[in-house]
């Protein structure tokens, strides 16, 4: 079966500092691969998705995430944080083309930003 | 502009009482989605639709109910059966085989009285 593990519960960065958020998955073949953003009292948006082809994807709002086969992680990235990026932030893994219905969530990551 | 709207924001539930979450989408989307967020737990799915007049159990389907009357409505009733209804209700949808990405409602929160 797969799964995702997000080993941060929470991270606490300042403005302008580099983020890296991590996510480790369980999967036996190649996953799609996902990262959402959760406001509070708001629905997931997504950031970012790997399915095939260049390890490393770009995604919204200055995000990265970088797919390691070797290492089963796909950690999210970001330069220079924001105040507006404190959110929560899910990883999610699936099989390829097999339908949204079969994504398997982390439990997330909350981003307190400091001013 | 398109989107997914869930309402209420807000719902109480009495015990031995049946409650109706609304979600309509305009996206012309073929699959809808129901989960569930209880803090810290990440999102767990209720049930599913691929197509009107269909649905599918997920993994956690007891206690709860839905239909799919319309390709833009997928209404879910939490029946007096949840024996612990209290949690965040995100409803979302796709266009499946495509690039799975999953567009998410405002969600609503039910809580027990």
């Known amino acids: 079966a797969q799964s995702v593990t997000q080993p941060d519960i929470h991270i606490t960065v300042s403005e302008g500092a580099s983020l890296e958020l991590r996510c480790n998955y369980s999967y036996g073949a190649t996953p799609y691969l996902f990262w959402y953003v959760q406001s509070p009292g708001q629905g997931l948006q997504l950031l970012l998705k790997?399915?095939?082809?260049?390890?490393l994807v770009q995604g919204i709002k200055g995000f990265e995430a970088e797919f390691k086969r070797s290492q089963s992680s796909f950690n999210l990235r970001k330069p220079s944080v924001h105040w507006s990026d404190a959110a929560e932030y899910f990883c999610?893994?699936?099989?390829?083309?097999?339908?949204?219905?079969?994504?398997?969530f982390g439990k997330g990551t909350k981003l307190s930003v400091i001013p | 502009d398109g989107g997914i709207t869930q309402s209420p924001k807000y719902l109480f539930r009495k015990e031995g009482q049946n409650v109706t979450l609304s979600c309509e989408q305009n996206?012309?989307?073929?699959?809808m989605y129901w989960y569930r967020q209880d803090p810290g737990q990440g999102l767990r799915l209720i049930y599913y639709?691929?197509?009107?007049?269909?649905?599918q159990k997920g993994d956690i389907a007891e206690g709860y109910s839905v239909s799919r009357e319309k390709k833009e409505s997928f209404p879910l009733t939490v029946t007096s059966a949840q024996k612990n209804p209290t949690a965040f209700y995100l409803c979302a949808s796709s266009i499946p085989a495509e690039d799975e990405k999953l567009f998410f409602g405002s969600g609503t929160q039910l809580s027990v009285l």
């Open positions: 790997y399915f095939s082809g260049d390890t």
């Open positions: 996206l012309n989307h073929d699959a």
């Open positions: 999610a893994v699936g099989p390829s083309g097999a339908g949204s219905y079969q994504l398997t």
């Open positions: 639709s691929q197509i009107v007049n269909d649905f």
